[in-house]
């Protein structure tokens, strides 16, 4: 009797059976299915709910935020220009979020030309990066006034603010041109894509570009903030008046910029050049997917720093806080209520008696 025997030890020289290969193959058939449900749903669910409710807060907020700065923080200084600016940012970029919560709640099928693929991707990375550089001055003219007290009064003079605005626009804008010529639209399977930078086809196309504004964009603005944070509490620590309130608000307000920078753009910035990495190295499909997901979950964070902005506008030292209790908490408005309630009671007591 002929005895077949089953071995899928690759080291006897023997091949495995029919059936392991079958199971191996539909198990990580299996696998791979997984992962792409797990993108797809990340993208149709995640970002668009994600990026409806940056949209919701970002406008009320920024507009909210934009109109006590108008009306009620009158003459400005250099901070509350820079905090207008900062603003106006947000809300340029939570206006264009309606188009990707469209995009990606329709499955990716994109409707509106290359010129408004281009123009949403573009304000993406360009509120991104003018962000980092506005609270990086923020950083810096906090800094100065707490290393050299006597120049607070020049620091705060408008001029200063202006000059920031400008070098950030500028900086900004340098950094994030090069993207109109790099995005655009994708035709596969009768569908139109418009992908984000990092899923740029060749990728490879995009790699040093991807670094380069890594390093310079955030990382650089990055070791810029600590340096500010590292240098005020040095001083808080050395100086005399210790327990000035400039010198600690503007300990909390560096402090509160870093946990921007470690919350909102450090997981971002990683997982682009990660995500950006993995498709040209030879990895495998389902790391490929997993790395992705991380990628994508990571990409509504970066926009939640407009949350973050509306929290500083509270902590800058604008009298922003007072500002905004003045509008909604109104004495004068309480007292006309309370005179209102007091005549209706009059009113209807009068009434009853006349009844009587």
């Given amino acids: 009797m002929e005895v077949k025997t089953k071995t899928t030890h690759k080291g006897l ?5 029919e059936d392991t290969i079958i199971k191996t193959g539909l198990f990580m058939a299996g696998i791979n299915n997984s992962c792409t449900d797990l993108e797809s749903l990340l993208k149709h669910y995640y970002l668009s709910v994600s990026y409806g409710i940056i ?3 970002g406008l009320v907020g920024n507009i909210l935020s934009i109109s006590i700065y108008l009306a009620k923080l009158r003459p400005w200084k250099s901070s509350s220009i820079i905090m207008v600016n900062l603003a106006l940012m947000d809300l340029l970029y939570v206006l264009t979020m309606p188009f990707l919560v469209y995009y990606y709640s329709n499955m990716e099928s994109w409707m509106l030309g290359d010129f408004m693929c281009r123009f949403v991707r573009f304000a993406f990375h360009f509120h991104l990066y003018g962000s980092i550089l506005s609270l990086s001055c923020v950083a810096v ?3 100065v006034v707490v290393i050299q007290p006597l120049w607070v009064i020049q620091v705060q003079q408008k001029i200063w603010g202006i000059v920031a605005c400008l070098v950030v626009w500028t900086v900004a ?3 994030v041109t090069p993207m109109l010529t790099i995005i655009f639209l994708t035709h596969k399977d009768n569908m139109t894509f418009c992908v984000d930078f990092a899923n740029t086809e060749p990728v490879v196309s995009v790699r040093e ?11 650089l603005p990055l070791v810029l903030v600590f340096i500010c944070y590292i240098g005020i509490v040095k001083q808080l620590t050395d100086g005399s008046s210790t327990t000035s309130s400039y010198r600690m608000r503007a300990r909390r307000v560096t402090v509160f910029i ?4 470690v919350m909102c753009y450090l997981p971002y910035h990683t997982l682009r050049v990660l995500w950006v990495e993995i498709q040209i190295s030879s990895s495998t499909q389902c790391t490929t997917y997993i790395v992705n997901a991380a990628y994508i979950i990571s990409r509504p964070l970066a926009g939640l720093n407009t949350f973050f902005n509306l929290a500083l506008y509270t902590l800058s030292g604008d009298s922003f806080k007072k500002a ?4 909604f908490c109104r004495e004068e408005w309480v007292n006309k209520a309370r005179s209102r309630l007091h005549l209706n009671i009059i009113n209807r007591a009068e009434n009853d008696m006349a009844a009587a």
Avoid: H, K, S
Wanted: proline share 3%; net charge negative; charged share 10%.
């Fill in 13 to 17: 020289g023997l091949q495995p059976d």
């Fill in 173 to 175: 804008a340098a950094e």
């Fill in 141 to 143: 003219f906090r800094f």
């Fill in 258 to 261: 870093l946990v921007v920078f």
């Fill in 55 to 57: 949209f919701i807060v």
């Fill in 209 to 219: 570009y991807n670094w380069l504004l890594t390093a310079f964009g955030f990382a």
């Fill in 324 to 327: 905004f209790l003045d509008i």
